[in-house]
T-cell receptor, first 114, second 111 residues
Framework: QKEVEQDPGPLSVPEGAIVSLNCTYS??????FMWYRQYSRKGPELLMY????GNKEDGRFTAQVDKSSKYISLFIRDSQPSDSATYLC??????????????FGTGTQLKVEL | DGGITQSPKYLFRKEGQNVTLSCEQN?????MYWYRQDPGQGLRLIYY???????QKGDIAEGYSVSREKKESFPLTVTSAQKNPTAFYLC??????????FGPGTRLTVT
């Protein structure tokens, strides 16, 4: 079983729709969760990160963690064509000597159509 | 302008040749990382470095080598021993315990 699983999509929605992007993870010890956005042929950029369970909101974006189900979600309200990108969930894991490596899901490709 | 630069953006090489990818950061971050991204597989960690003159293997280090002689720089060499070198390579950096910031990536094609 992969440590982090994510539906690759593609997901196509009309402009203004609410988008739900999801990941599941296998290790109940994970406590930090991140969402990155990656435009085509670019490096990922950090959108949001959350600690433990609950919701975190930033503008049109809401990150949600359900530790009992080992399920993390990213919701995008009032989606715009500029939101068209690949969204990657990531979980930091400790490295020998300190610091973290990120374990990524495969990414979900989102297209918001006019 | 603070950030991470990677060069070149596109790189083409013949099979059997070593190639070095550049990564420079001016964020004053101690830690730097190299990831590889393949379609349908997400990003996988190749090497990381927490401080100058020290680096560690990640999950898929075979066929790669790195150096960390300066805090700002973490070049990655893809050697001829790497069986499937064609991929999108991403460099990242972070402050201790903080989120990682990524560069724009280098797309390497080996034929």
């Amino acid at each position: 079983q992969k440590e982090v699983e994510q539906d690759p999509g593609p997901l196509s929605v009309p402009e203004g729709a609410i988008v739900s992007l999801n990941c599941t993870y296998s290790n109940s010890a994970f406590q930090y969760f991140m969402w990155y956005r990656q435009y085509s042929r670019k490096g990922p950029e950090l959108l949001m990160y959350t600690y433990s369970s609950g919701n975190k909101e930033d503008g049109r974006f809401t990150a949600q963690v359900d530790k009992s189900s080992k399920y993390i979600s990213l919701f995008i309200r009032d989606s715009q064509p500029s939101d068209s990108a690949t969204y990657l969930c990531a979980i930091p894991q400790g490295l020998t000597g300190g610091g973290n490596k990120l374990t990524f899901g495969t990414g979900t490709q989102l297209k918001v159509e006019l | 302008d603070g950030g991470i630069t990677q060069s070149p953006k596109y790189l083409f090489r013949k099979e059997g040749q070593n190639v070095t990818l550049s990564c420079e950061q001016n964020l004053n971050h101690d830690a730097m990382y190299w990831y590889r991204q393949d379609p349908g597989q997400g990003l996988r960690l190749i090497y990381y470095s927490q401080i100058v003159n020290d680096f560690q293997k990640g999950d898929i280090a075979e066929g790669y080598s790195v150096s960390r002689e300066k805090k700002e720089s973490f070049p990655l060499t893809v050697t001829s021993a790497q069986k499937n070198p064609t991929a999108f390579y991403l460099c990242a950096s972070s402050a201790p315990g903080r989120e990682q910031y990524f560069g724009p990536g280098t797309r390497l094609t080996v034929t």
